[in-house]
């Protein structure tokens, strides 16, 4: 089965830090990849996703993601962290062979104004 | 405007009193799922549905059950809440277009079920 890595559970920073979230998966084959937002007492919303094509995703909120096969990752950055960007970020991958994609456990992310 | 929601949005209740959380999408799309949220253990798939009247388990469906007699509701039941099932739940849905690629999903607000 699938699995998703989300090494930092818990991350810091002060405002106009610059910010990487790492995000490894299992599947060798084709892969769609997400990143998945949720602020403080909301729902899930999509950063940005990775289906084919430049490997570089650009998302919205300055927020973007660089799929790297070969070392089977898709980790989340940003130049610049704002204190609204305080919230719990999941990746989540969805295999060639899975109907619905497998979630990592999350990374809670505090920006200190 | 498109959207899924749930209801209750919060719901406290006691062991074994049979309880149903619904979810609604107006986007007519024919995947749907629900989904648990817990600290430090991130989302995790109860069932999906593929379409009306297809249902398979994700990764812990035990205590839970589901229906798809429509394509814009999946309610998740709780036959017998217990503790264990306290949690925050979520139902998604996407769209599932000609040639069967897929999309991302839209999640609801969200349930918080608290189960005494």
């Known amino acids: 089965a699938q699995s998703v890595s989300q090494h930092n559970h818990h991350v810091i920073l002060s405002e106009a830090a610059s910010l990487e979230l790492g995000c490894n998966y299992s599947?060798?084959?084709?892969?769609?990849l997400f990143w998945y937002v949720q602020y403080p007492g909301q729902h899930l919303q999509l950063l940005l996703k990775y289906f084919s094509g430049d490997p570089l995703v650009k998302g919205i909120k300055g927020f973007e993601a660089e799929f790297i096969k070969s070392k089977f990752s898709f980790n989340l950055r940003k130049p610049s962290v704002q204190w609204s960007d305080t919230a719990e970020y999941f990746c989540?991958?969805?295999?060639?062979?899975?109907?619905?994609?497998?979630f990592g456990r999350g990374t809670s992310l505090i920006v200190h104004p | 405007e498109a959207q899924v929601t749930q209801n209750p949005r919060y719901l406290i209740t006691v062991t074994g009193k049979k309880l149903t959380v619904t979810c609604s999408q107006n986007?007519?799309?024919?995947?749907m799922s629900w989904y648990r949220q817990d600290p430090g253990l991130g989302l995790r798939q109860i069932y999906y549905s593929m379409n009306v009247e297809v249902t398979d388990k994700g990764d812990v469906p035990e205590g839970y059950k589901v229906s798809r007699k429509e394509k814009r509701n999946f309610p998740l039941i709780l036959e017998s809440p217990s503790p264990n099932q306290t949690s925050l739940y979520f139902c998604a849905s996407s769209l599932s277009p000609p040639g069967g690629s897929y999309n991302e999903q839209f999640f609801g607000p969200g349930t918080r079920l608290t189960v005494l």
């Open positions: 599947y060798g084959g084709t892969v769609n």
């Open positions: 989540a991958v969805r295999d060639g062979g899975s109907y619905i994609p497998t």
């Open positions: 986007m007519n799309h024919e995947y």
